[in-house]
């Protein structure tokens, strides 16, 4: 079975959202990020489960409406809640083809292509806003703080070199 367009399409789209969210967004962006990152690799290892994944594929959706709703309570952004929006209809479609048979498994996909570009244009444009807020991301502070503890160890390391205590002490 080989992917169409629409969904490699959207494979691209969410693979530069979530690189850009990793780079320039905050730690509630690169928090999502990750966990779409996973969700994607997930998707991308079951795909050709097909219809026997369903259930699977369910579960994987409810973990993430549950982690945004947790992102909702915890932020004051306006991202999280367009993301668990999008979430809750995917999981809607799946709760929908279990209990309606007219809902064919082509109905579900087509939601859940359409939603997922929703939601990777949602996080694209909450790390957008971050920028034009004037936000610092997170990775610069990372980088620093890495930076940081790179230089403490090293001279913490020159300090207990034992030719350095000699020069230390010999006037």
């Not at 097909?50 to 709703?69: K, N, Q, S, W």
Request: proline share 5%; hydrophobic share 55%.
């Amino acid at each position: 079975m080989t992917p169409t367009p629409w969904q490699v399409a959207g494979l691209v789209l969410g693979l530069v959202a979530y690189a850009v969210a990793w780079v320039w967004g905050g730690r509630p962006e690169r928090l999502a990020a990750a966990v779409l990152l996973f969700a994607c690799l997930f998707w991308g290892a079951t795909y050709r489960w097909g219809a026997d994944g369903f259930y699977l594929h369910m579960a994987g959706d409810c973990v993430r409406l549950l982690i945004f709703g947790w992102l909702c309570i915890r932020l004051d952004r306006w991202w999280p809640f367009g993301i668990t929006a999008a979430l809750a209809l995917m999981v809607f479609m799946y709760f929908a083809r279990l209990l309606d048979s007219t809902v064919t498994q082509y109905a579900v996909a087509s939601a859940h292509v359409g939603l997922g570009y929703l939601i990777d244009l949602t996080l694209l444009l909450s790390v957008f806003e971050r920028g034009l807020a004037g936000e610092p991301p997170a990775g610069a502070a990372a980088w620093a703080r890495a930076d940081w503890l790179t230089a403490t160890r090293r001279n913490r390391r020159d300090e207990t070199r034992p030719g350095k205590m000699a020069e230390i002490c010999i006037p």
